[in-house]
């Protein structure tokens, strides 16, 4: 496994973060901005990246502002990169004329939801974090992809290749996956020393099939 | 020995022109057809060269499609499985058994060799048998490089495979179908093409050194004593590390084995080309040498002396030879005989030369046969030509021809030269003596030659053969003596030979010899007579006589060799001898004695005698009027203007000139008065008669007057006694000579008359 990473900026008080931390309310916590790129420079989107504290995450809830619902639209999941906490349940509704065999061979939650018909919704509920891989049994150029997290932060990159997450600090493992990920499980770690205020920005180049 | 003429062929070519032509026509066939031979191999080799070219690139475009199609029924049938949702279930979830179950059924199917999977991890689910280690993981990479398909060899096999992905839609894995690239399968292929190029797929390192993959042209390497044209393309290959090519490869020698009996029968026709090229050139050359050997034949024939035509059978170059040859074998015949004719005949009267004679008798004599050769000679033809001209003469010489022949028409006729003429007699009703007799008749008659009236003579000479002469030589030569004889005899008769002749002949030129010899040995000498002058009383001159002293048979008198002298022209060198020593003896006498020699014709008619007498008067110092050069008469007989020329250019150096012999032959006064002679000797037979005839005395008396009244001297020869000398003084005489005064004195002797007369005048 290789990892391409280059330093935009560092702070001169990296040694002092866990202790800040610990102290300052999450709001006041540092961003992290990673670019990714593929071999060829090119932006990837619909990569995910969570980072995890070595401090560990905070503890409650977790939710994300993009819900947990994963449609079925013109013959594609959409959003076709969904980013849900461990226990969310995902609906998925069928917008479409036709119907839909959505099923899951991942090892995180296989389930089958059969034939059902257009303004149908069925819903399941990801127990276990780990990538889900989502297909349809009837249109084979269907996928879609639910990454169930156990931590705040997370992050879908956008069609400039951008993820920002924003109120994590100190020292963390910051996890890069993304479906066609040339990597054990499609995925990549680093560890990143996180900034109590400032951003930390990288660029990073990924495998990809 | 005539050398035998090489007839038909012989094999060395430098000696013959038929064997050469063969040699050089057959050698440019044969070059000619080994290069169409080596031009229908090059190209032959040529054609199956691109042939087998064309058919590799046709067959590897085949092959590259049938295995394109080979590959998208792999990939197809992969997919099919691939998109299986329990399949895909199955390798979601790792369940093998249910995996391999699948591909199993699958590679029934469609009969494939391998169904397997390769999963995201390189591992491998479902391969029939063992794979090496890390194959797995070169699968994936292949896989993951996007190579989905290519040649996969594993454990000695050579597959074709295909690779679909497994996708869940996560990629899973991929399924892999192969079909094994067997013999059966590689034959299948083989079949696809028109000949087979026995594809085969190898390891590139394996290729002979050289192999450029996917050339143009296919290369041509050695195998087994074969040579076999080469195309390697390179394969895809499928999760291997060594590059693999697929080779056709065609035997080129095979290939030209097919042409090997069009070149044997183009090699077998080009001999027998060659043979007949050979046979036609050689039936050509014999057909233009024929009349070449024919010529060279008929040229040694001819050369041979024999007569020889070669037949013109073309009018080609050779046919104008052979007639400009036969031409010339004529015109040298023509010549030949011409020559033979001149050679042996007389040009202007067409008669036989001696040369024939000289034949004629010989054959004659050899066959033992008698006959008469008469030999003749015109009398005074000289004169003829000297004052009518040669044209004349000749025409008198072919006058004489024809008379000769009408007169013995039967005999063999032949000038030898000048006016001799012979004639050979075979025995006849004519004896010699008639046939002689008859021939001076029929030459005498008088003939008109050119306008002139000319009465001809001749004089004959006689041999009879076999008697008078054993061969031709000698029987010509006796002929001649008696004709020798005849003429000497007087003109106009005929003698036959006597072995008398023969005897005086070979005396003759014994004494001939001899004579040489006296010249030359100083056997010749002067004697002396005196002249005495009856005025005066005294010695007035002497006349020199030469003397032959011959060593063995002593004195010879002039008489017997001076003719002889005269006949060889030995009298010149003699006479100019003559007048120098008399010169030389004078010089020692009294000034008033004169020294007189006598000049012969001949030696008078020799253009050196004006430089003798000068050398002769110069050497000795002696006054020219002491010389007195005695002539006789018969200078006159012919070309008198020039005698007297002669005379006139002597007396021109001041010497004297005496007229000998006065009063025999052709005396003429007429000469006389010509010419002023010095003195007159007065011919002694006039001498002896004068005691005995009167009349003898009438004529000295005459002479002596004339010769007075001509202011000349007169001397009488030969006065022997006292009453000789009586008359001579009565009748005028001026000078005496003779026994009766003094016989022919020696040199020596010559001083002691001049003592003994000087003494009788003091007496």
């Known amino acids: 496994m290789k990892l391409l990473s280059e330093t935009e ?74 980013i849900v906490p461990v226990g969310a349940t995902v609906a998925f509704p069928n917008r479409d004329k036709v119907r839909h065999h959505v099923y899951s061979f991942s090892k995180p939650a296989r389930f089958e939801i059969k034939l059902y018909g257009r303004d149908e919704t069925r819903s399941y509920t990801f127990k276990t974090p780990g990538a889900v891989a989502i297909g349809c049994n009837i249109h084979d150029a269907m996928n879609g992809y639910i990454k169930v997290v156990d931590t705040p932060f997370a992050a879908k990159s956008d069609a400039q290749g951008l993820a920002r997450i924003a109120g994590a600090s100190g020292a963390a493992t910051v996890t890069i996956w993304h479906p066609r990920m040339k990597a054990k499980d499609n995925q990549v770690t680093m560890r990143v020393p996180l900034d109590a205020t400032g951003t930390v920005s990288r660029r990073v180049a990924l495998a990809l099939r | 020995m005539r050398p035998a003429i090489r007839r038909g062929w012989t094999l060395d070519p430098r000696r013959s022109l038929s064997a050469r032509l063969t040699l050089v026509y057959a050698a440019l066939f044969a070059l000619a057809a080994a290069l169409i031979l080596l031009g229908a191999r090059w190209g032959i080799e040529r054609y199956a060269e691109r042939a087998i070219n064309a058919e590799m690139q046709a067959g590897a475009k085949a092959f590259g499609r049938v295995t394109a199609m080979r590959y998208a029924q792999l990939g197809d049938a992969g997919r099919v499985l691939a998109s299986d949702f329990g399949f895909r279930a199955a390798v979601a979830t790792g369940d093998a058994p249910t995996i391999g179950s699948a591909l199993a059924s699958l590679k029934r199917r469609f009969d494939l060799e391998q169904a397997f999977v390769v999963d995201i991890d390189g591992q491998v689910t479902g391969f029939d048998g063992q794979l090496s280690e890390g194959k797995g993981d070169r699968l994936l990479g292949a896989l993951d490089g996007g190579v989905d398909r290519g040649v996969l060899r594993s454990g000695g096999r050579v597959y074709n495979a295909a690779a679909a992905p497994i996708e869940t839609p996560m990629l899973l894995g991929w399924v892999v179908f192969a079909k094994e690239i067997d013999a059966a399968e590689m034959r ?49 290959v499928f999760g291997g590390r060594t590059p693999l090519a697929l080779t056709l490869e065609y035997s080129l020698t095979a290939a030209l084995a097919g042409y090997q009996p069009m070149l044997w029968s183009l090699l077998g026709f080009g001999l027998l080309g060659v043979a007949i090229a050979a046979l036609g050139s050689h039936v050509v050359a014999q057909r233009i040498t024929r009349p070449i050997k024919a010529l060279d034949a008929a040229a040694r024939r001819v050369s041979a002396g024999e007569s020889a035509q070669v037949p013109v059978e073309t009018r080609d170059e050779l046919g104008r030879l052979a007639g400009s040859f036969n031409r010339m074998v004529v015109a040298i015949e023509d010549r030949e005989q011409r020559i033979a004719h001149m050679a042996f005949h007389d040009s202007l009267t067409g008669l036989a030369n001696r040369a024939l004679l000289r034949e004629h008798v010989a054959r004659l004599l050899a066959r033992g046969q008698g006959f008469a050769l008469l030999c003749l000679d015109l009398d005074n033809f000289k004169v003829v030509n000297d004052t009518l001209g040669h044209p004349t003469g ?103 030979f006597e072995s008398a002749m023969d005897e005086e002949a070979q005396k003759r030129r014994q004494m001939e010899l001899d004579l040489h010899d006296a010249m030359r040995e100083g056997q010749l000498f002067l004697m002396f007579q005196p002249l005495f002058d009856l005025g005066k009383g005294r010695v007035s001159a002497f006349e020199a006589l030469m003397r032959w002293q011959h060593p063995e048979r002593g004195l010879i008198s002039p008489v017997d060799f001076i003719p002889l002298a005269e006949d060889t022209g ?128 009438a004529i000295i008396k005459s002479i002596t007057t004339l010769a007075d009244a001509l202011g000349m001297e007169t001397t009488a020869e030969g006065v022997e006694n006292v009453g000789q000398l009586d008359i001579l003084r009565e009748q005028g005489c001026s000078h005496i000579q003779g026994f009766y005064f003094s016989r022919p004195l020696p040199e020596g002797a010559i001083a002691e008359l001049f003592a003994e007369e000087r003494a009788r005048a003091a007496a």
């Not at chain 2, 050194?209 to 041509?220: E, M, N, Q, S, Y």
């Not at chain 2, 001749?458 to 076999?466: E, L, V």
């Open chain 1, 9 to 82: 900026a560092m702070t001169r008080f990296a040694l002092a973060l866990p202790a800040l931390l610990a102290t300052l309310p999450v709001a006041h916590a540092g961003t992290l901005d990673l670019r990714l790129v593929d071999a060829a420079g090119r932006p990837v989107p619909d990569a995910v990246v969570t980072i995890r504290p070595d401090a560990g995450v905070p503890r409650g809830p977790i939710r994300f502002p993009w819900g947990t619902t994963m449609t079925q639209q013109d013959i594609a999941f959409n959003p076709r990169v969904l």
């Open chain 2, 188 to 236: 299948e292929l083989g079949r696809l093409t028109s000949m087979d190029l026995h594809p085969a797929i190898v390891p590139v390192a394996d290729l002979p050194a050289g192999t450029t993959l996917d050339a143009r042209d296919a290369k041509v390497i050695a195998r087994d004593g074969e040579r076999i044209l080469l195309r390697a393309s390179p394969v895809p």
């Open chain 2, 394 to 496: 000749d025409a008198l010489l072919c006058e004489i021809a024809r008379r000769l022949q009408a007169a013995c028409p039967d005999a063999f006729i032949a000038r030898l030269g000048g006016d001799e003429f012979a004639l050979v007699a075979e025995e006849s009703a004519r004896t010699p003596d008639r046939l002689g007799r008859d021939l001076l008749a029929a030459i005498s008659a008088p003939a008109t030659v050119n306008g002139h009236r000319v009465v001809p003579g001749t004089s004959i000479g006689i041999a009879i053969a076999p008697h008078d002469g054993a061969n031709a030589t000698d029987l010509q030569k006796n002929a001649d003596l008696a004709l020798y004889r005849a003429k000497r005899e007087g003109k106009g008769g005929l003698r036959f």
């Open chain 2, 570 to 697: 030995l009298i010149v060198p003699m006479g100019a001898w003559a007048i120098r020593e008399a010169c030389r003896a004078a010089r020692q006498w009294p000034d008033h004695v004169r020294v007189a020699v006598n000049v012969s014709a001949v030696q008078f008619r020799n253009p050196g005698l004006n430089t003798v007498v000068m050398q002769a008067l110069a050497e000795s110092g002696l006054a020219p009027d002491r010389l007195e050069l005695e002539i006789t008469e018969s200078l006159f007989i012919d070309n008198v203007e020039g005698v007297l020329a002669s005379l006139h250019s002597l007396r021109a150096l001041g010497v004297r000139v005496a007229l000998d012999d006065f009063g025999t032959g052709y005396s003429s006064l007429s000469y006389l008065r010509s010419f002023p002679f010095d003195k007159i000797k007065i011919d002694r037979s006039f001498i002896i008669d004068l005691l005995s005839s009167d009349g003898a005395t």
